[in-house]
């Protein structure tokens, strides 16, 4: 798709009504997993959006009135989207899904990402979320007596990856190089996506880790916030400081147009198809809006900020071989600042912070010790079935 | 769409990917520690068990039973003619039973919404006017209980710990029955569970008020008892036809 002569939905076409917001949700049972890995990654990216018009209105007197204009939409999306999350789902099934959109969208970013060392960051990011999945899976396995297997659909391993309870690192070992100005469209996209992504696993954990009743979840959900927050700031730091906020903001949109592309690309669901192309043209509309911004405030080509061709949609199907490769072969990388080294190189201030945190204990441990993951619950295991 | 639930594409077992689950069945199996040799170990989670008995015993209440604190308040009240050592547990229960009953007056109201929209379309085991009958003698048994806190000078706006309890579990009945997606034959299983529970609330409730030297609150409470076994043997008989009866 060429992003530049696309114009979209220009922004006084735009509009949803209350109804249309809090439509019929998708059937847990029924759509595919990947659907429901669509609408948890567009929300998460339709909330970041809101996130960074409200940073750039603080700091632009100028930019106040077009930032709200367009937020308005973008709330109105976001609630779209996320209200195609069915009630059924409990939180830990939500919670599950979120983690196989970490799992399955980082994996693909990370096999499509051009430069190497930023590939390396998901890669690394990748396992520790894949380790989340499988204490996570213990839980609902252990507190509600249901099979993880339900939300994944098969598409999803579930066993240990870099043990949660090592990720807890010091500040400085989670920030990573930024991108550079010359860098690909693509990488620039990626990276944006997979921050509003960690960024909405971590205030999803935030809002719902409290309203569980039962201490095991409690600790859980407070253990894993604090490893999503490092997940944005990881997947944060990859973002070049010394972009405008007007390029942040353009980007951001660009990011937008490439998630709801590659969604329409891909859904099963028609109803949801046509959702998705018609937030594609709404945030092409944003795009453009955002163009002329740029223009106008900072006297600057947008086509030096976006190349002309959309890249290639972003796949959405199991990427299980290529997860299975990582974890054979970089679950005991560590960091050390900005770099990846081999476990006995990490940094020894990430070791000392973790031996405070842990020091009362592990709940991801905890939860799932002698955890394995089997079809039907580790209640329907042979020894149980026995009993 | 019609109100019934028919068969479809279900993807959520393993046999709707029988070859990719087996895989990651066999990858779990190579990649997981060994699981508990003993049954006992399985069931309790290993560690969860430890986890939440130290927590138990750590943990304050929900939270305490309102009672007039005034010595006045407790002579010029009802209260003093409670015997038994314990008259915050029946306020409490009292109170229990009051919020169950307010919040039944919904759950029917739910479910009256959900008939009369499809009423049209499938054949109801009830009729409407069955439901509005114990809809409101949901809410006459409200009003008993009321009655009779305030008759014990206790407060009725009040919420108290078991009130909040029973808020809580029964808040899964509330999503059934006032989502849009469930059945008829769904919600009514619903309702059968709370109207059981309900028996079982006055039930205890008037043994309750018997120990606790309130004779004159048996009778009413008795009344009620009996409404709500009807009411369930009713809902039970419902949810029969709806569910082995063919309704079409
Ligand atoms: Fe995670
Ligand atoms: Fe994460
Ligand atoms: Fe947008
Ligand atoms: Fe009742
Ligand atoms: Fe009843």
């Known amino acids: ?22 439509g019929q949700p998708i059937s847990k049972l029924d759509d595919e997993a990947f659907t429901r890995v669509r609408i948890i990654l567009m929300n998460g990216i339709e909330l970041d959006a809101l996130r960074l ?35 059924d789902h409990s939180p830990l099934e939500t919670t599950i899904a979120y983690e196989q959109v970490a799992i399955e969208v980082t994996a693909a970013v990370a096999q499509q990402e051009p430069d190497p060392y930023l590939a390396q960051v998901y890669r690394f ?66 990276a944006t996506l997979i ?24 600790q859980l959900y407070a253990e894993i916030a604090s490893i999503e927050e ?12 010394r972009q405008s906020f007007l390029e942040l903001w353009l980007l951001h949109e660009a990011a937008e147009v490439y998630g709801y592309y590659s969604c329409a690309q891909s859904e099963s669901n028609p109803r949801l198809r046509a959702l998705w192309e018609r937030f594609c043209d709404y945030e092409l509309g944003h795009l453009h809006h955002v163009c002329e911004l740029m223009k106008q405030h ?13 890249p290639a949609p972003l796949p959405f199907h199991s990427q299980r071989e290529f997860v299975r490769e990582v974890l054979a072969t970089e679950v005991d990388l560590r960091a050390s600042g900005p770099d990846f080294v081999p476990v006995e190189q990490e940094n020894p201030a990430s070791i000392a912070y973790r031996e405070r945190v842990n020091a009362d204990g592990s709940p991801s441990t905890e939860v799932a010790a002698a955890y394995h993951w089997t079809s039907g619950t580790e209640l329907n295991r042979p020894l149980a079935r026995a009993a | 769409m019609e109100n019934v639930t028919r068969s479809g594409f279900n993807r959520t077992g393993a046999q709707t990917s029988l070859h990719t689950v087996q895989n990651m069945q066999a990858f779990a199996d190579e990649q997981s520690p060994s699981g508990p040799s003993h ?33 006045t308040g407790v002579l010029a009240t009802g209260l003093s003619k409670l015997t038994g050592h314990r008259p915050e547990v029946l306020v409490d229960k009292l109170g229990e039973r009051l919020a169950f009953e307010r919040t039944g007056v919904r759950l029917y109201q739910a479910l009256i919404d959900k008939a009369e929209a499809v009423q049209a379309d499938v054949a109801l085991p009830f009729t409407i006017g069955e439901l509005k009958h114990i809809r409101d003698e949901e809410l006459e048994h409200m009003h008993i209980v009321t009655s009779a806190l305030e008759g014990l000078g206790a407060d009725p706006t009040a919420q108290t710990p078991c009130a909040d309890v029973a808020g809580v579990a029964s808040s899964g009945a509330m999503q059934v029955l006032s989502d849009p997606r469930t059945t008829i034959a769904q919600c009514l299983e619903t309702i ?22 309130q004779d004159d609150l048996i009778k009413p409470f008795s009344e009620a008892l009996a409404r709500e076994q009807v009411h369930a043997q009713q809902v039970k008989g419902w949810l029969e036809r709806a569910v082995v009866d063919d309704l079409d």
Do not use: C
């Open chain 1, 1 to 22: 798709m060429n992003l530049l002569d696309h114009k979209g939905v220009p922004l006084d076409k735009q509009g949803l009504t209350w109804k249309e917001m809090a």
């Open chain 1, 195 to 218: 921050t509003a992504a960690e960024y909405q696993t971590h205030d999803f954990y935030m809002t719902i880790g409290p309203t569980f009743a039962d201490p095991v979840a409690r």
């Open chain 1, 230 to 241: 490092q997940h944005v700031t990881q997947y944060g730091s990859l973002l070049n400081p």
């Open chain 2, 39 to 71: 049954i006992d170990g399985v069931l309790e989670g290993r560690s969860i068990a430890s986890v939440r008995a130290e927590s138990v015993h750590a943990a304050e209440r929900i939270g305490s039973v309102p009672i007039p604190t005034t010595l």
């Open chain 2, 192 to 213: 059968l569970s709370v109207e059981l529970t309900d028996g079982a609330g006055w039930d205890l409730l008037i043994r309750l008020s018997g120990s606790a030297g």
């Open chain 1, 125 to 190: 990011g990748l396992l520790e979320d894949f380790d989340h999945l499988y204490r996570y899976s213990a839980l609902l396995d252990r507190m509600e007596g249901k099979d993880a297997n339900n939300i994944l659909q098969g598409n999803t391993d579930i066993v240990p990856g870099r043990p949660t309870v090592d990720e807890h690192r010091a500040p400085e070992d989670d920030l990573r190089h930024p991108y550079t100005a010359k860098a690909d469209l693509l990488s620039k996209l990626h």
């Open chain 1, 298 to 310: 900072e006297r600057r080509d947008p086509a030096e900020v976006l190349s002309r061709e959309l």
């Open chain 1, 53 to 87: 018009s409200h940073i750039g209105a603080r700091m632009n007197a100028d930019l106040r009135l077009p930032l709200a204009r367009v937020r308005r939409i973008e709330q109105h999306q976001a609630t779209a989207v996320s209200w195609l999350i069915g009630a």
